[in-house]
């Protein structure tokens, strides 16, 4: 199968080589989409003690994710202040999605007031069960609400709010990897392999096979959930692997094609390469 693929692919360098192409770019172009896909969190695996415990925590609370913000520099017995952030928590139980909202100056417990009465916090449960977009609408008015209150410095956060950090980290980590390490493993190869064109075939190789992987991974996700760490190893092996099987291939492709035309040469190096795994 591998020398029929082999003889296709030589009658047909054009059509090959376009199909790679459009695999790249649809990759990147649709592919690219699963970031906003990846999950956070990481499976439990059932029977293990952290999935009872996990379990075990929902049963005793099962409420809705909650974020929170502190409000530090104020002075929750100063009535203006007691004022404006009775008017925020007004203003959050009225988001559509907010089961509950918390405050040291709405009856919630004397624990939302710092130790030193200098800072308040204010505390937010979206309600249980809200589907994906009404989550996010939520989600999106409760955070803004929150860092409208009225102190020298507001700090918002909560689980939700950390998950859609993770993932803009894992995409800025992404391209960041890529552009300290793809210039330094370009010059290696051409120390190693003498050549552009040599050079370049694993770089080419590892940007397709990342690309092609990312699409792959956008059409999971939209029947289950992906990692988010997913993406790391695909950029991990995606590289890796490009470079390691084109240091084996590219050498034992030299070696045939000094003595064969190149047909007889490519059939030789799948006809090797078979007999070696």
């Known amino acids: 199968m591998l020398r029929r693929l082999a003889r296709f ?22 592919g690219g ?20 415990a996990a379990a075990r925590l929902r049963a005793l ?57 200098r800072a308040v916090l204010v505390a937010v449960e979206l309600a249980p069960g809200l589907g994906e977009d009404r989550f996010d609408r939520a989600l999106a008015a409760a ?6 209150l009225d102190a020298p410095e507001v700090v918002v956060g909560g689980g939700p709010l950390q998950d859609a950090e993770f993932e803009d980290q894992v995409a800025d980590d992404l391209a960041r990897a890529e552009l300290l390490s793809m210039p ?26 990342v690309a092609g992987t990312l699409l792959a991974l956008f059409g999971i996700s939209l029947a289950t959930d992906v990692s988010v760490y ?12 490009a470079v390691d099987y084109a240091l084996l291939l590219v050498s034992r492709f ?11 040469a490519v059939e030789d190096l799948i006809r090797g390469s078979q007999s070696t795994a």
Not at 34 to 50: A, H, N
Not at 188 to 206: D, K, T, Y
Request: proline share 6%.
């Open 230 to 241: 997913s993406v790391n190893v695909v950029t991990m092996l995606g590289l890796g692997l």
């Open 61 to 117: 609370d099962p409420g809705g994710e909650t974020i929170a913000a502190v409000a530090d520099g104020v002075d929750p017995r100063d009535p203006a202040v007691a004022a404006a952030v009775a008017a925020t928590v007004e203003r959050l139980e009225a988001i559509p999605g907010v089961a509950q909202v918390a405050s040291p100056v709405t009856g919630g417990p004397a624990e939302l007031v710092a130790r030193d009465g």
């Open 184 to 209: 330094v493993v370009l010059v290696l190869l051409l120390v190693i392999f003498g050549g552009v064109v040599a050079a370049g075939l694993p770089v080419l190789v590892a940007l397709a096979g």
């Open 9 to 30: 692919s030589l009658r047909h360098r054009r059509l090959v080589a376009l199909g790679w192409v459009v695999l790249f770019v649809a990759g990147i172009a649709i």
């Open 143 to 148: 955070e803004a609400e929150l860092r409208r």
């Open 254 to 264: 030299r070696e045939e094609r000094a003595t064969r035309d190149l047909p007889a």
């Open 33 to 52: 989409g699963v970031f906003e896909r990846l999950d956070p969190d990481v499976g439990d695996v059932e029977g293990t003690e952290s999935a009872v």
